[in-house]
């Protein structure tokens, strides 16, 4: 079975540009989560999508934003970049209800000079 | 805000001495997984726990939920070079919809 997919890989983008990540769940997860982790400030929370809609964001501003479509893959936008944007962005997915285990997948590493 | 506190944030250790890494909270837990992330790699799932006083052993790791649901640990029994990585908890909420990782421990092992 395939695990989470993400691309690309890695994105480089200067300030003020518009950056969009994909990422593709493993077969048959409906939630998709989005974190960002940059150097030395962890995992953050940033947007969870299931059932193609939005149900809960961390605390970032309103240009990070996503969607996610009819097969459940999903996008994340982030508008007019900044350079504390650089981070490497995950995707995690899992079943819709009762197993609460994340399955991440290998991350988009975002850069902007 | 509903942190989770993490210590130590480093540790350095010679193969086959013990490492543990704790997980403290302001306010109870509904339940808390652990997650390792080598170096370069991604999050992996390692465990749940769910009941107050909770010890679960997988081969040389022991995981501890406290009898308050205020705390986690794990415990690595003689580390190998494998162990490498950062261990993270993260508390479950909203129905186990949102993690909220601890800020980490990187664990370095020596030969």
């Known amino acids: 079975e395939a695990g989470v997919t993400q691309s690309p890989t890695h994105l480089i983008k200067t300030r003020g540009q518009q950056a969009t990540l994909r990422c593709s769940p493993i077969?048959?997860?409906?939630?998709v989560y989005w974190y960002q982790q940059a150097l030395g400030l962890g995992l953050q929370f940033l947007l969870w999508y299931d059932e193609g809609e939005e149900r809960n964001r961390g605390n970032f501003p309103p240009r990070f934003s996503g969607r996610q479509f009819p097969n459940y893959s999903s996008e994340l936008n982030v508008n007019a970049l900044e350079l504390e944007d650089s981070a490497l962005y995950l995707c995690?997915?899992?079943?819709?209800?009762?197993?609460?285990?994340?399955?991440f997948g290998p991350g988009t590493r975002l850069t902007v000079l | 805000g509903q942190q989770v506190m993490q210590i130590p944030q480093y540790q350095h250790v010679q193969e086959g001495e013990d490492f543990t890494t704790y997980c403290n909270s302001s306010t109870t837990l509904s339940n808390i997984q652990w997650y390792k992330q080598r170096p370069g790699g991604h999050p992996v799932f390692l465990i749940q726990?769910?009941?107050?006083?909770e010890v679960k052993k997988q081969k040389r790791l022991t995981f501890q939920f406290g009898e308050a649901k205020k705390n986690s640990s794990l415990h690595i029994t003689a580390t190998q070079t494998t162990d490498v990585g950062t261990y993270f908890c993260a508390r479950v909420t909203g129905g186990g919809n949102k993690l909220t990782f601890g800020t980490g421990t990187q664990l370095k092992v020596e030969l």
């Open positions: 995690a997915t899992r079943y819709q209800t009762g197993y609460n285990e994340q399955f």
């Open positions: 726990l769910v009941k107050s006083g």
């Open positions: 077969s048959g997860h409906t939630s």
